[in-house]
């Protein structure tokens, strides 16, 4: 695996891929790239095939049909030296202390056994843990296990990370410090592949994003793009006076002197500032807002949970 790629040449490629259990299609039709150097959310409603994708990126799951290619070919397990994957089924070691458990999978990873142990020692330190470095895993709580295994991932410094929910469980002190890590290997240089239901966490980190829904990609793209194709931009103001009628605009709300307004083609911010200004408008303030990841992901899947629970009454 080399990040050398160049820049048509994507990190991760997926074209055409299709998975079949038996006679239920789990993906029908997918295609989407991933780029050296990005963090890549892939979002999907629980049951979407998120997992089993990677499953077939990771070689582990035969594809019915498609390309799933790595640095431009199939993953093999030679590639697992540059390859940091935690799955979303958690599994080490239980009986073994803590820091056994790292240092044995340091090693694992081509790492020399000092190296893997200051390494380690400096890892449970950052993750609270440096009480539990000689205390079996078993008697860790699910968290602390997890933080463990997120460890153990990014330990050999991987080019590609690939990462199965990984904040799951988590309180949101600990999340937030395992954001930061995952964030800390973005900015050395990492590709990160995140499956997160966790709508903040791809708005912080991620710089693109694919949403299946039905065994396909129903959004693909930048967030910023993802957001604006679902639902677009919002301009809230608190102002005295009257409210033009205005090509650049819509009216979406209007009461006691605070309005939303839908932009139109060639709204801009400015433009609609001046307008509005230049009809004797004294606005108060002026915010620009988003339509949210969580409201784009409700959109989207909202309206199938709708039709199923109502062919179920
Ligand atoms: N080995 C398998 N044999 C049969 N069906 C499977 C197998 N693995 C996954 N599936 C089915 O494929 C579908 C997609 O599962 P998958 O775990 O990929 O979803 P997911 O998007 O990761 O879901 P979640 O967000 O809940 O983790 C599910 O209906 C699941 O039951």
């Known amino acids: 695996m080399t990040q050398g790629n160049s820049a048509t040449e994507p990190l991760v490629h997926i ?4 998975m079949d259990f038996g006679d239920k299609t789990v993906i029908k039709d997918l295609s989407f790239d991933v780029r050296a ?21 990771l070689g582990i799951y035969q594809p019915t049909a498609g ?33 056994d458990v790292m240092v044995y999978f340091g090693r694992l990873k081509g790492l020399d056994k000092s190296k893997a142990k200051a390494w380690s020692q400096n890892y449970l330190e950052r993750v609270d843990l440096a009480d539990k470095a000689g205390v ?17 991932t990014i330990m050999n410094e991987p080019e590609l990370l690939i990462l199965d929910e990984p904040t799951k469980g988590f309180d949101p002190v600990n999340r937030r410090l395992l954001m930061d890590i995952i964030e800390e290997q973005k900015l050395a240089g990492a590709t990160v ?10 708005e912080r980190l991620c710089d693109r994003v694919i949403l299946l829904k039905d065994g396909t990609a129903r959004a693909y793209g930048t967030v910023a793009a ?6 677009g931009t919002l301009y809230r103001l608190s102002y005295d006076g009257v409210l033009p009628a205005s090509t650049l605009f819509d009216v979406v709300s209007d009461a006691g002197g605070h309005a939303e307004l ?20 004294a606005v108060r303030s002026f915010t620009t ?23 179920t009454t």
Do not use: W
């Open 15 to 18: 074209q055409d891929f299709r």
């Open 37 to 57: 150097g990005e963090t890549f959310g892939f979002l999907g409603s629980n049951g979407s095939g998120k997992t089993t994708t990677l499953r077939a990126l």
């Open 67 to 99: 390309t799933l290619h790595i640095s431009g070919k199939p993953f093999t397990p030679a590639d697992g030296a540059r390859l940091g994957y935690l799955p979303e089924e958690r599994g080490l070691y239980k009986k073994e202390s803590v820091l």
């Open 136 to 152: 079996r895993l078993d008697k860790l709580s699910g968290g602390q296990q997890q933080k463990i295994q997120l460890g153990v």
């Open 193 to 202: 592949i995140m499956v997160t239901h966790q709508m903040e966490e791809v």
């Open 226 to 231: 993802v957001q604006e194709q679902f639902g």
């Open 262 to 281: 839908s932009p139109c083609s060639g709204g801009d911010e400015a433009t609609v500032l001046r307008e509005l200004i230049g009809a004797g408008v």
């Open 289 to 311: 807002a988003r339509t949210s990841l969580d409201e784009v992901f409700i959109k989207i899947y909202g309206e199938a949970h709708e039709l199923a629970e109502a062919s």
